[in-house]
Each structure stands twice: as structure tokens, then as C-alpha cells.
């Protein structure tokens, strides 16, 4: 038998032919008793939608509450003609009858004529688990600082639901026709459903309008500006003699001065120098910086998470002296993440030590170098933003200047409060 469906948001659909009621049981002064599929339904969409809310990233997708998949076989049958021989050739007496044949259907998020209790019950769970995901809406306003994320505990307390604790009512109170009154019972679903049961779990759902999300952007945030800081030393010797002395004694007689404590020079150690005249007359220089790296400035109102790689790049022959890391080869400086530091700051790398000595140089501006520099790049930064969403708007706390966005439609299921 093939099964012909409705669809509905969020891909579910309903079996045709179902009579759905034209108006739910949550409106005010409702007088119908009698649950329907209609009723079920606005539950099982506003689940799905606060599920799809709470996305938290697009590749691979990915859900603080995962969207429910009910898979369910559906069986049907029908009555085919089947034809049986009895005995062998002139004797064979061939028997038509009508016989009942069985068929599986298996679908996904599919509403029968039947109330799906399993289902109903998995349900239940998913609303709790989506709970602590949503926030308290009259602790959001401009220049909120404390925004309270919803509990169970808390939430069946405000709205005065189930035992006002964490369960939902199972069975409402009610007076049988001997005049006792029987209490109402807590926990799962029974199997007969009442009004009372579904309309607490609207009531909760309904509670359910603005998500935590964090939306995180490969981009590094607007005015991001790194640098280096760090003590920087010279040194120089310029006309030296060599017609009585050496390469080496023009370098013992170099001066070796501190110029500068608060210096952006990067993390480096060189000497360079040539020789100028034939061989008559040595120019060489120096220097050296030892240096932490910067980078920022990040909102303080919203985590981050930076990661900064630096790597010694040869000056001339290479020198291991301050270097960073082996020649060429990048590491990590710095690896923070979820920090609300306006800066993040590396180590010291570098060295002010007096450089290892160039190779003595012969000719005009045939320069000699030994030595080695730092560079750093900001390989990822990326803010994570908590933001606070009902998916039409979306709330940023106060001080965030990120332009994020998102793209989900309104809530249409559970948001009408008719009590």
C-alpha cells in the first residue's frame, strides 16, 4: 500500500486524509477536551525550530540540541489474489483466493492517525535538554551585564507547571463520581493523554524565545593591530684601521648600548659589517631585541580565541642565538582561546646579547652577515560570539560592536501566551 503525506515545516509531513481541528486547545477559554493531531503537532514544530536555533556551526552542521528524528515502520496490508495447484496434470485443480499480504513502510518525522507515545515521551526530553539553551527574557534589555540562562528547576517554578519542580503532570486531579477527589499524578506521559498534559509543555516551549548561541567568523575582527615590544641594543663600529689590526679587534671595539626599553623592533640578533679601501678600513654593525608579541584590541564583553605563529627567518648566515625556532619553521607564540583579554601577549623571544660574530668580509660593500629575525602572523583569529536570539532579532550584550547575524525564520509554534 503507498502511503500519500502533507508536508509541514521543517520536514515533517502528515499522513492524508488526517482531519486536523480547525483551532488548537491553546487559545484562551478553550472548550475542547478531546486532543487531536493539531494539538501534537504545534508541539512537535516548536521543538524542532528551538532545536534548529541553537546551530553553532555550518561545516560540519551542528546543534547544542539536536533537531529530533523519529524513524518509524508503518505497516499496511492488502488483499491480492494468489493462486494454488492441487494434483498434476489432467488431475490438477487450480484454487484462487484472496490473501492477505503484509507491507513496511519506514518514515521519518511522520504524524499517523494514531498518537506516537514513544515519541511524545523522547519529546519531553528534548524540551528539557533545550531549556538551559535559552535565557531568562526579562534580564535582556540595553546594557544588560547579567543575563540569566533559564533551568528546569526554575522555569516549572515561575510557571507554576507539573509538581513546580521538574516533572510534568501526568495525570491532572480530578473527582470521580463518588465525590472523592483523586491527586494529580507527575512523570511521563500516560497513555491516555489529557489537555492539561500537552498544554504545560506549550507553556514551556512558549517560555523558549531567545537561544545562546555562539556564532564563530574566520575573519579576523575589524582593527586587529599586532605588534612587537621589546628592549633593543646597538652597537657599531665605523672607520676602523684594519692597517694594524684585525676583523676581530675591530669587533672588541664596538660599543654596545641599550637604545631602547619600550622598542617595536621584533625579536632579532645580527651583526653585519664589510670592509671598504681594499682591506684598510672595517664597517660593522649590531644589533639585538629581545621581544614579546602583541595582538588585540579585543572586545572584553566576548570571548576570543587567537592563535599566533612566528618563525626566525636567516640574516645571512643563520645564528641560533634568540632564534625563535630552527630556521625557517613556524610555531606557535601564542594558542588562547574563549579569553576576554583586551591583548593577548607571547613570551619573550630574541636575545640582547652581544650577536655572534659575522665572517670577515673583503670589498667594497661586500657585506658579512650572522644573524637571525623574527616574523609572526596571526594564522587564526576568530571571535566566538554568545548572543541571544529568537532568530528575528538578534541581542548582543552591551559594549559587542561585532556585526553578526542570523538567518533562521521567526518561531511560529507555541508562541501565542493565551493564559
Not at 236 to 246: K, R, W
Not at 255 to 271: C, R
Request: with cysteine; hydrophobic share 35%.
Amino acid at each position: 500500500m503507498a502511503w500519500s503525506f502533507n508536508n509541514l515545516p521543517y520536514g515533517w509531513k502528515i499522513a492524508a486524509g488526517i482531519t486536523l481541528a480547525a483551532v488548537t486547545i491553546y487559545v484562551a477559554d478553550n472548550q475542547r477536551e478531546r486532543v487531536n493531531q493539531a494539538d501534537e503537532i504545534e508541539l512537535d514544530l516548536a521543538v524542532a525550530e528551538r532545536c534548529l536555533a541553537t546551530q553553532y556551526s555550518t561545516n560540519p552542521v551542528a546543534y547544542y540540541v539536536a533537531p529530533p528524528s523519529y524513524v518509524r515502520s508503518w505497516y499496511s496490508n492488502s488483499y491480492e489474489l494468489r493462486s494454488t495447484t492441487n494434483g498434476t496434470g489432467t488431475n490438477a485443480v487450480i484454487t484462487t483466493n484472496w490473501v492477505a499480504v503484509l507491507h513496511t513502510n519506514v518514515f521519518t518525522n511522520a504524524v499517523g492517525y494514531r498518537t506516537d507515545r514513544a515519541k511524545a515521551v523522547a519529546r519531553d526530553a528534548t524540551i528539557k535538554a533545550l531549556i538551559p539553551y535559552y535565557c531568562d527574557t526579562n534580564t535582556v534589555y540595553d546594557g544588560t551585564t547579567n543575563i540569566v540562562m533559564l533551568t528546569v528547576v526554575g522555569l516549572w517554578a515561575s510557571l507554576q507547571i507539573g509538581d513546580k519542580t521538574n516533572r510534568f503532570t501526568r495525570e491532572p486531579e480530578w473527582i470521580g463520581t463518588n465525590g472523592v477527589t483523586n491527586a494529580a499524578t507527575y512523570g511521563e506521559l500516560p497513555w491516555r493523554i489529557y489537555k492539561t498534559d500537552l498544554e504545560e509543555r506549550y507553556k514551556v516551549l512558549n517560555a523558549l524565545k531567545m537561544c545562546y548561541c555562539r556564532i564563530a567568523s574566520s575573519v579576523p575582527p575589524i582593527n586587529l593591530t599586532p605588534y612587537w615590544e621589546g628592549t633593543y641594543y646597538s652597537g657599531n663600529v665605523e672607520y676602523y684601521s684594519l692597517m694594524s689590526s684585525t676583523w676581530a679587534d675591530a669587533i672588541s671595539n664596538m660599543t654596545w648600548n641599550l637604545i631602547s626599553t619600550n622598542s617595536p623592533q621584533g625579536a632579532n640578533s645580527v651583526m653585519y659589517g664589510w670592509k671598504e679601501f681594499g682591506d684598510r678600513m672595517a664597517f660593522i654593525y649590531a644589533n639585538g631585541n629581545r621581544s614579546r608579541y602583541y595582538v588585540g584590541k579585543f572586545s572584553t564583553n566576548i570571548p576570543h580565541s587567537v592563535i599566533v605563529s612566528g618563525r626566525s627567518m636567516p640574516y645571512g648566515e643563520f645564528s641560533y642565538q634568540g632564534a625563535i625556532s630552527s630556521e625557517s619553521n613556524w610555531v606557535e607564540i601564542i594558542n588562547v582561546g574563549n579569553s576576554f583579554n583586551e591583548w593577548e601577549v607571547s613570551d619573550y623571544y630574541g636575545s640582547i646579547d652581544f650577536p655572534e660574530s659575522c665572517a670577515e668580509s673583503f670589498g667594497y660593500y661586500n657585506v658579512s652577515t650572522k644573524g637571525n629575525y623574527a616574523e609572526a602572523v596571526v594564522s587564526t583569529s576568530y571571535y566566538e560570539v554568545v548572543v541571544y536570539t529568537n532568530t528575528e532579532t538578534t541581542y548582543f550584550p552591551s559594549g559587542t560592536t561585532a556585526n553578526y547575524f542570523t538567518n533562521y525564520p521567526n518561531f511560529q509554534y507555541c508562541t501565542n501566551k493565551y493564559w
